[in-house]
């Protein structure tokens, strides 16, 4: 298992763990992640989430290799049913804090999910990047939506058209992420905030949360629809096969009999 899952001390925590392959999330992974958050949501007990990653690698995002022997939306269908979406849609329902400490490198979903969480820490070596269509695909769940006034538009079109990585500062000046921590401090630091949820209040923290994210909440959902058919389309398309291969066979992918 690649995940690893604790509680203590009101706090449940989602440890990213495959450092042999860079934190890359499987199917499985998500399937375990997305149980992680429905339990911690449930749990009386849990005031917090925290998702974290390795030393150096937060998770370099959906496994290639998965993307193209188990790809979301097989069997016709746009994917809405697939362990990433359980994930993902954990995620946004989750009525209770979640804070993620950046360990590293944050890597296509690596990013998008940071869009939703509550509180983001990122460590000064981590890099952030959605390199979507670098790999023939599209962005998703919502970040087609969110980044543009984080970043303006042409800022959002250099990081979603060209893939260009965001610095931890960059993060930050965005609105993405709240700090960035000595890579020795940013586990403990993004703890020590998820604690701070024991002395507060729970019912006010959700009411507030859910004030907080809702007036999006109907857009959010209807782009992460749209995009997940154009990203489910994109995934069988011979420039996502050609990007895929590439990534395995260490080479730079050739767009150009497109
Ligand atoms: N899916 C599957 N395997 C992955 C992976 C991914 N997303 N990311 C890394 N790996 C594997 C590599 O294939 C390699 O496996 P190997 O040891 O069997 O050859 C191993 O993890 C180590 O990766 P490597 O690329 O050698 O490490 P690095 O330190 O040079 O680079 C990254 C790290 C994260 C920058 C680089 O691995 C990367 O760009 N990964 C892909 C990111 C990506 O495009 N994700 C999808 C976004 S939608």
New binding site residues.
């Given amino acids: 298992m690649s995940i690893r899952t604790a509680t203590l001390n009101g706090v449940a925590t989602i440890e990213i763990a495959r450092p042999?392959?860079?934190n890359?999330l499987t199917v499985a992974m998500y399937q375990a992640m997305a149980e992680a958050l429905e339990a911690a949501a449930a749990d009386k007990a849990v005031r917090a989430v925290l998702i974290t990653g390795q030393p150096g690698?937060f998770t370099?995002?959906?496994?290639?290799?998965d993307f193209m022997q188990r790809p979301p939306g097989q069997g016709g269908s746009n994917g809405a049913e697939s362990p990433v979406f359980r994930f993902m849609r954990a995620l946004l329902a989750c009525d209770k804090p979640v804070v993620a400490a950046v360990t590293g490198?944050a890597?296509?979903?690596g990013t998008t999910m940071l869009l939703h969480c509550d509180f983001v820490y990122v460590s000064d070596e981590a890099r952030l990047a959605m390199?979507?269509v670098s790999?023939g695909?599209v962005p998703e769940f919502a970040s087609s939506l969110l980044l543009p006034p984080l970043l303006g538009q042409a800022k959002a079109a250099e990081k979603l058209l060209l893939g260009e990585p965001f610095t931890p500062e960059q993060a930050v000046d965005a609105g993405i992420a709240n700090a960035v921590l000595p890579a020795t401090e940013v586990v403990n630091h993004a703890r020590r905030v998820a604690e701070r949820f024991n002395a507060l209040p729970p019912g006010a923290v959700q009411g507030a949360k859910k004030l907080l994210r809702g007036p999006q909440r109907e857009a959010i959902l209807a782009t992460i629809k749209t995009e997940g058919e154009l990203f489910a389309q994109r995934l069988r398309s011979p420039e996502a096969m050609e990007a895929f291969q590439a990534?395995?066979q260490k080479r730079k992918p050739d767009f150009s009999q497109f």
């Fill in positions: 042999e392959k860079k890359a690698i370099s995002g959906n496994d290639i290799e490198a890597i296509g979903i390199p979507f790999l695909l990534f395995f």
